[in-house]
C-alpha cells in the first residue's frame, strides 16, 4: 500500500527553523530518489530538494545553503531540515519519489508559514 504522511510543519518568525519529517512506504522510499515539493498558492509545485539512493543530494537554488534533505532507511523515512526561513518559504510542503507527477499518489502535505 502506498503511504506518504508529511509532518512537522508550522508557524515560525523570518529566520527560524523547522524540521519535516515523511514517512514513506517500502514500495516508494526504497526504488526511487526521494525529494522534497512544495506548492505555494497560485503556483506550481515545484522540488526544492532530492537525495539520490546512494545519499547524493542537490538543492533548487532558492533554499541551497539553508535546507537539508536527508534519509533514515531503516525507517523509510526522509527529512527536511530548514533555517533561515523566509516568507516565501511559505507553501505547502509534500514528499515524494523523484520524479513525481500530479497524477501520481500524494500525501496530505505540511503546511510551513514564515510570518511575524
Known amino acids: 500500500q502506498v503511504r506518504l504522511v508529511e509532518s512537522g510543519g508550522g508557524l515560525v518568525q523570518p529566520g527560524g527553523s523547522l524540521r519535516l519529517s515523511c514517512a514513506a512506504s517500502e514500495s516508494i522510499f526504497s526504488r526511487n530518489d526521494m525529494g522534497w515539493y512544495r506548492q505555494a498558492p497560485g503556483k506550481q509545485r515545484e522540488l526544492v530538494a532530492r537525495?539520490?539512493?546512494?545519499?547524493?543530494?542537490n538543492y533548487a537554488g532558492s533554499v541551497k545553503g539553508r535546507f537539508t534533505i536527508s534519509r533514515d532507511i531503516a525507517k523509510d523515512t526522509v527529512y527536511l531540515q530548514m533555517h533561515s526561513l523566509k516568507p516565501e518559504d511559505t507553501a505547502v510542503y509534500y514528499c515524494?519519489?523523484?520524479?513525481?507527477?500530479?497524477?501520481?499518489?500524494w500525501g496530505q502535505g505540511t503546511q510551513v508559514t514564515v510570518s511575524s
Open positions: 537525495i539520490t539512493n546512494s545519499g547524493s543530494t
Open positions: 515524494n519519489a523523484v520524479p513525481a507527477n500530479t497524477g501520481d499518489y
